[in-house]
């Protein structure tokens, strides 16, 4: 009996250890008032149902056991440094990583946003996309053949357009040209004309991916419009749409800056070590 008891005795000893250490291993993190609290309880629980009670020295064992079984938390204190803090080598390698991630969602917003008022004031009229509320600009860019950007839409000539696009864009010169161009056509071919502009079966995104169309206005007849009037509407819109495409890549060129990854790094208070490593989501 004797002999029973003490093998069920070391059993629930043996049980009470290995309770406690299962505890400690799923919460690595648990307080000290929390594993103290449960070793006492579990001791207790255990305790009350043996013969034969575990001694003061093996409970002390029981209960230091977890901690020589490499159950304590570690804390490892590294140096962090601002990307403005980081030795020019390291910052260089940082900035060239962060280049692409810099870039703002939707960073083409504010050039389509201007592309679409420069084109009302030219009498342009860009279609909207599926929302109807953004104009329907296309590009792809920046280093390959056939980038470049297209829209369609349709034209009207407009009177006021050199007067408006000088008080709009003062020292665009490209714009000016744009207006003066299309007012010197109207002034010497002065037949009203309509212009619709549509994409065609090109695979590329350009200006010579949509199609230009001048007709005369009105005219049941297709009477043909002469050559330099529509030679010279439809440059004028391509030479448009190469202008878009100069202030996407300028806007694009200026997201990718050096002082702009920087500054953007700053702004989210992005943290590295002292090899550029980044570090923020452990701060």
């Keep these: 009996m004797g002999a029973s008891n003490g093998s069920r005795t070391s059993g629930q ?8 250490t299962v505890d400690t291993n799923h919460n ?7 594993f103290w609290r449960s070793c006492l309880r579990v001791f207790l629980r255990r ?3 043996c013969s034969s009670r575990p001694s003061i020295p093996s409970l002390t064992r029981l209960i230091l056991r977890p901690f020589f079984e490499g159950n304590l ?8 440094f601002q990307v403005d803090e980081l030795a020019p080598a390291v910052l260089a390698k940082v900035i060239e990583r962060l280049r692409v991630d810099s870039v703002d969602d939707q960073w083409w917003d ?13 009498g342009i009229t860009i279609d909207r996309n599926r929302s109807g509320r953004f104009p329907a600009i296309e590009f792809s860019g920046f280093s390959s053949q056939g980038d470049g950007t297209c829209f369609t839409g ?21 714009l000016h040209a744009i207006a003066d161009k299309l007012a010197a056509i109207h002034t ?6 309509e212009v619709s502009i549509v994409r065609n079966a090109s695979p590329y995104c350009h200006e010579r991916s949509v199609d230009v169309n001048v007709s005369i206005d009105g005219d049941d007849d297709e009477q043909p419009v002469p050559r330099e009037l529509d030679d010279g509407v439809v440059e004028q819109m391509r030479r448009f749409m190469r202008w878009i495409y100069r202030q996407l890549e300028n806007e694009y060129e200026y997201q990718t800056s ?4 920087r500054e953007s790094a700053l702004d989210n208070e992005l943290l590295f070590t002292a090899n550029g490593m980044n570090v923020t989501h452990l701060a």
């Design 110 to 122: 504010s050039v389509y946003e201007d592309a679409d008022s420069v084109a009302t004031i030219l």
């Design 188 to 193: 010497k071919h002065t037949t009203p004309i």
């Design 13 to 20: 000893r043996r049980s009470l250890c290995q309770l406690v």
């Design 73 to 80: 938390v570690k804390t490892l204190t590294v140096n962090v």
């Design 47 to 49: 305790s009350i149902r």
């Design 258 to 261: 050096d002082d702009r990854v």
């Design 154 to 174: 349709r034209y009207q000539f407009s009177a006021d357009a050199t007067k408006q696009i000088r008080s709009y864009a003062s020292i665009d010169s490209t």
């Design 28 to 34: 690595p993190q648990i307080s000290d008032f929390h």
